[in-house]
């Protein structure tokens, strides 16, 4: 009860002063002018406005991430793992290289310099670009959930007669990935936040939609925080998602 | 004499050496023959080699020098030989080691439809025999984690005769289970070599060792110090070592 009326405090005290703040600065609160850039409604149709249709974008972006960087993670995390000498030096260069360089290089190298010698479109050099970003975070999660497996897993797929393949498939890595639900989805949620770096090589995402808005009508604070409240909803709504299916995997052992 | 006495011997072990990585020598040395539908008890203090011994008959440990030959198949660096010998040895931990994330039916099902290439159906009616058998069919849709100590082992048995295993390997198979289901455990590996299948046990189980072995192996650091009969050993060993040994845990 006592932590409930801190937290209001708090909040009331942290209003005010942006409330104040702004007031002070003399900025015209338009939020009137908001909605019609997420949607309109008229004569019963429903329109998309500009900020969807870049949250659409970002949707697909982080989508095809998610699938991506999850293959890249896993398949990095058995490299690592693996008895192959060649196996394990390449992924750890990647994993280095990856960890020790700005995303935002990373992105610009991949749209302006790999792009045009293979031909990737701009969607895709995003996509590219997120994936082996978060893949290499994802890999490491990967490797700690399969190295907490228990090595009696291992001795009794080994005993039974199952190949190292069988044994990852059926009994190790569906262990390890419950495991890693957690940190997976922490993982996932950067995945979006970082998305909207993609603004930078002009990607029409949420982020560029949103700037574009600004640029034409000034109106920075509302925008700013409509977009932010948009990422919110999408990463709350997404750790939710994990949490429930967490709760059904508990349930179900 | 010598073609006739290897084909009696389904496993033969030949001056196998074990060292491990932390320097422990855990077998030296070591040699053992185990003949088809033999019972063979294994006997000695902690850090003997005894469970090593077991480990290193399904590969599960490699071996700095030695032979294994299981069933005519040696044990080498060959992948292929490794799982051929590993279809055929069933194992028994003393952690049970079910998986968790499947059902009691799926964990014995599981290698009979990946190794041995049935269908699902074959081998559920092969997995609910084996239930039945070792006096659990009603657990078949059960999670390990909702069963006794004493079931779990059970389910682990039956997981390991599910491949049709030629040899059982128990490795301290209810060592770590509360005293009153040990009972059911060693019941079902006494029905087992009833039937005649070929058992290396490691146990500190002397009544089971008295009534089941066809022979007793007393191992000291990585060696064997006296093999003989369980009448033999308890009664009258040869090795003043061995004596101390049964007077101290019986």
Redesign the interface.
């Known amino acids: 009860m006592i932590d409930i009326m801190l937290f209001l405090c708090v909040l009331a005290g942290a209003t005010w002063l942006v409330a104040d703040g702004t007031t002070k600065l003399g900025y015209n609160w338009q939020w009137y002018r908001v909605p019609r850039y997420i949607f309109t409604f008229e004569n019963g149709r429903f329109t998309a406005g500009p900020l969807l249709d870049g949250l659409k974008v970002t949707l697909e972006i982080t989508g095809a991430g998610f699938v991506l960087s999850f293959t890249i993670g896993l398949v990095t995390a058995l490299c690592r793992l693996s008895g192959s000498v060649l196996a394990r030096v390449v992924s750890r260069a990647y994993l280095e290289i990856i960890r020790n360089t700005p995303l935002l290089v990373q992105l610009f190298f991949i749209y302006f310099v790999l792009s045009p010698i293979f031909d990737l479109s701009r969607f895709f050099s995003a996509v590219l670009a997120l994936s082996l970003f978060e893949g290499a975070y994802a890999s490491e999660i990967f490797r700690a959930g399969i190295v907490s497996i228990h090595k009696g897993q291992w001795e009794a797929a080994h005993s039974l007669g199952l190949s190292a393949w069988d044994s990852y498939r059926w009994i190790i890595l569906p262990q390890a990935v419950r495991r890693v639900l957690p940190p997976l989805t922490s993982q996932a949620v950067s995945l979006v936040k970082d998305s909207a770096l993609v603004s930078t090589i002009a990607v029409y995402d949420l982020t560029m939609r949103g700037q574009e808005i600004i640029a034409e009508t000034y109106l920075a604070f509302e925008l700013w925080f409509t977009i932010a409240a948009i990422y919110l909803t999408v990463t709350v709504a997404l750790s939710s998602v994990v949490a429930l299916m967490e709760k059904r995997i508990r349930v179900a052992t | 004499m010598t073609d006739r006495g290897s084909e009696d011997y389904i496993i033969t072990v030949d001056r196998v050496n074990k060292v491990f990585p932390n320097g422990v020598h855990a077998l030296r040395d070591f040699s053992i023959q185990v003949r088809r539908r033999e019972v063979l008890v294994v006997i000695g203090p902690s850090g003997s080699g005894k469970s090593t011994f077991l480990r290193c008959l399904?590969?599960?440990e490699e071996i700095e020098s030695g032979s294994i030959v299981v069933d005519g198949i040696p044990l080498d660096d060959r992948k292929e030989n490794r799982?051929e010998i590993?279809?055929e040895?069933?194992?028994v931990?003393q952690?049970f080691?079910?998986?968790?994330?499947l059902t009691v039916l799926d964990n014995i099902n599981?290698?009979q439809i990946?190794?041995r290439g049935k269908s699902k159906k074959e081998a559920t009616e092969t997995s609910m025999a084996l239930l039945r058998k070792v006096g659990i069919p009603e657990k078949a849709r059960t999670?390990p984690?909702h069963l006794s100590g004493g079931q779990q082992q059970r389910v682990?048995i039956a997981?390991?005769l599910a491949?049709m295993p030629k040899v059982m390997l128990f490795d301290e198979a209810t060592s770590a289970l509360d005293p009153e289901m040990i009972g059911e455990v060693l019941d079902v590996m006494k029905t087992l070599a009833a039937e005649g299948m070929t058992m290396v046990v490691v146990t500190h189980e002397m009544g089971f060792a008295r009534e089941v072995s066809d022979w007793m192996v007393f191992m000291e650091s990585g060696t064997i110090v006296e093999k003989g009969t369980a009448e033999k050993l308890f009664t009258n060993p040869d090795q003043e070592r061995t004596r101390e040994f049964l007077s101290q845990i019986l």
Not at chain 2, 97 to 101: A, D, E, G, V
């Open positions: 399904n590969g599960l799982l590993r279809k040895v069933g194992m931990f952690s080691n079910l998986f968790p994330h599981l290698a990946l190794v999670f984690n682990a997981r390991a491949m």
